[in-house]
């Protein structure tokens, strides 16, 4: 069997997907994510003008050799842009093998660890009032974990909440102004008080703390998280310097998250060998592919590191249904992040995974069980939009 043509499909059904279509000379078709938000267009680009013309004439069954081929062979490694681009035809090919030999994908990668794979939501609130009723309908909804986020008092727009543009897209750039950590850091351990309090403790809690914070700070707010059992804290400084999580270990025992930006092992390798963190959040799109994100699961295993995959809303349906084949699998999955995608957006990506009661799962279906209608998809066309920007209270850039 041979490559015989792969493309490339832009779409905005709600928000912007790009997407990679691998088609064969026997008829069995694969699609791969390789949505990088704000950034779309580079990686559309990268694998039309880079990666295309190197697929056709290649054996779809040789899912490794490609990985590396695509890898080594472009001398220029990593990065945001390559990496969801090599994603893209990883996530593809192991559809094609599924297809081919009409299994699921999780049957590939070893059949099944588990029923279901844990899930965990987001409640934003305006107020605790607020975010505690969300909570609430949240977990009568079936949902065992979730992400709670509320404005603190004093800062206007921040990430997360309603008003921080968690979700969608802004035009422009746009800018969050007044961020100030003393007043967050003072309100978040008030907010998980009254939360637990109301809800009790038979559910799951995490917070993301969007890279916002020094490590001396985390630890200030982990320490003060601890009688509140969060699941973990999630990027609670930016991990482009991996021993920063050393000192934030050293002061609490809240666990901990970090690796949505990553895009491979050795982006993590130092926090995992160390057992500086709890759970990798590394995601199938943004970390090369289910053949990448294996690796990063397998090396992290021994160390008591599980996974904790990325699953915004600007990761698309194709990249879900990745992380669950790789979720279902895998022996040290922890959780999987799930956003809920604007309505359109399934209509163009229709899928065999679904949720029931707390967990996600696959589906049975050949291969990856998702796929685009590509003439739905042309009704949305792509709409240029950024991320936010974040400023301190006196205009300094801040990290969003
Ligand atoms: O900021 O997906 O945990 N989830 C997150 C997300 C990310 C966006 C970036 O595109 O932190 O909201
Ligand atoms: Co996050």
Redesign the pocket.
Same mark, same amino acid.
């Given at each position: 069997m041979k490559i015989s043509n792969a493309r490339v499909i832009v779409t905005s059904p709600g928000r912007n997907f790009v997407t990679l279509k691998i088609e064969t000379d026997a008829g069995v078709h694969g699609i791969g994510d390789a949505t990088l938000? =704000?950034r779309e267009l580079a990686v559309a680009s990268y694998l039309t003008e880079h990666v295309v013309p190197l697929l056709e004439g290649r054996d779809p069954a040789d899912i490794e050799d490609t990985w590396q081929y695509l890898y080594k062979g472009a001398y220029w490694r990593r990065g945001p842009v390559t990496m969801a681009a090599i994603a893209a035809v990883d996530m593809a090919l192991w559809d094609i093998k599924g297809k081919v030999l009409d299994t699921p994908v999780y049957n590939l990668l070893g059949g099944r660890s588990r029923r279901g794979v844990l899930c965990y939501v987001h409640a934003s609130g305006r107020s605790i009032a607020d975010t505690i009723e969300q909570v609430r309908r949240l977990r009568e909804e079936g949902y065992r974990a979730i &992400?709670v986020q509320c404005v603190a008092p004093g800062i206007d727009n921040m990430? =997360?909440t309603p008003r921080g543009m !968690? =979700?969608q897209q802004p035009d422009l750039p746009f800018v969050e102004e007044g961020w100030a950590t003393e007043k967050y850091l003072r309100f978040v351990p008030e907010l998980f008080a009254a939360v637990r309090d109301a809800v009790g403790f038979d559910v799951h809690l995490l917070h $993301?703390a /969007?890279h916002r914070l020094t490590p001396i700070e985390a630890g200030w707010l982990g320490k003060r998280l601890e009688d509140y059992q969060l699941f973990w804290l *999630? !990027?609670a400084v930016p991990a482009e310097l991996q021993e920063s999580f050393r000192l934030i270990r050293q002061h609490t025992t809240t666990p901990l998250a970090v690796g *949505?930006v990553f895009n491979s092992l050795y982006d993590c390798h130092q926090l995992i060998r160390e057992q500086l963190i709890d759970y990798i &959040?590394a995601s199938v799109v943004h970390a090369g592919g289910i053949t990448q994100l294996r690796k990063v699961a397998h090396f992290a295993e021994p160390y008591h590191v599980k996974t904790g995959c /990325?699953g +915004? +809303? $600007? %990761?698309s349906p194709v990249t879900m249904a990745a992380a669950l084949h790789f979720g279902l699998a895998t022996h040290n999955v922890g959780i999987q *992040?799930y +956003?809920h995608h604007a309505e359109e957006t399934p209509e163009v990506f229709p899928h065999a995974w679904s949720f029931s009661d707390g967990y996600l799962h696959p589906g049975e279906a050949p291969g990856l069980g998702v796929d685009i209608d590509e003439k739905l998809a042309a009704r949305y066309p792509y709409d240029r939009a950024y %991320?936010p920007v974040s400023r301190k209270v006196d205009g300094t850039a801040s990290s969003?």
């Open positions: 938000n =704000g &992400r990430y =997360g !968690d =979700g $993301d /969007h *999630e !990027d *949505e &959040r /990325h +915004a +809303a $600007d %990761l *992040e +956003a %991320l969003w």
